[in-house]
């Protein structure tokens, strides 16, 4: 029994609307350990009450989550506003100027290092079905792909929740913990953990080795974090 090798290439899993959101999942979660280890990290420096940095600090990711659900909103909702209206203006412009079509089909083939003898049956043939000049223009001129519309709420949703699962390991040893500074060292502890489980994730969507991609996100992610610990603990002493 054979197997179709395009089938099986476009059933791997990062040809999903999944497998894209790759990107939002470790931006989510890196921006809300890093944000909130700092935070952390300043808030400790200045008060000794455990209590009280554990209820900044999730007052703090809280807030974090709001805004990053809300700020991949917009930024999700504004690309898909831009996208349509290109959309529409290449409807316009079959309808309006095909002949200037024509001579964009000839421009992007000859770029490809086609001539015009071979680029004329594709010409023939997309100026025949303006649906598959339109998909043309959209994917070969205007570089929208298919997939290029996500849906904003979730987008936002999936941003949120990732940074919220970021935020949340920093804070954990301050429900346990009394000494402040046994609480911090733990919480990066913590943090390099969260790290390790994000590149580890990574690597499984992208096919990637996974110590490479777990020490990659940590390293990246474990520089970020430490320019804010050190950070919060100079405006704490400030």
């Known amino acids: 029994m054979t197997t179709d090798p395009l089938k099986k290439f476009h059933n791997e899993d990062w040809h999903t609307p999944e497998g894209r959101l790759v990107r939002e999942f470790v931006f989510g979660i890196n921006d809300g ?17 455990t209590k ?26 504004s690309q898909n506003e831009f996208y349509m209206k290109e959309i529409n203006r290449e409807k316009r412009e079959i309808k309006e100027d095909p002949a200037h079509e024509e001579e964009e089909i000839y421009e992007i083939y000859r770029d490809k290092g086609f001539t015009d003898e071979e680029i004329k049956p594709i010409v023939k043939r997309l100026m025949s079905d303006r649906k598959l000049l339109l998909n ?39 429900f346990f913990i009394k000494n402040s500074t046994i609480a911090v060292i733990i919480s990066i502890l913590f943090s390099i953990l969260v790290l390790i489980f994000t590149g580890l994730a990574k690597s499984k969507i992208t096919k990637t080795n996974p110590f ?21 603990r100079f405006i704490a002493y400030v």
């Open 212 to 232: 490479k991609s777990a020490l990659e996100v940590v390293i990246i992610g474990g520089i970020a974090a430490a320019i804010g610990f050190i950070a919060g």
């Open 33 to 49: 350990l890093v944000t909130t280890i700092g935070f952390v990290a300043g808030v400790t420096g200045a008060l000794v009450n």
């Open 136 to 174: 043309f223009m959209v994917k070969d001129e205007l570089g929208i792909g298919n997939n290029s519309h996500e849906n904003p709420i979730k987008l936002a949703a999936y941003t949120g929740v990732s940074f919220l699962a970021g935020g949340i390991p920093p804070l954990i040893p301050y």
């Open 52 to 77: 009280i940095v554990l209820m900044s600090g999730m007052a703090e990711v809280v807030a974090g989550t709001i805004s990053m659900f809300f700020g991949a909103y917009l930024a999700t909702k």
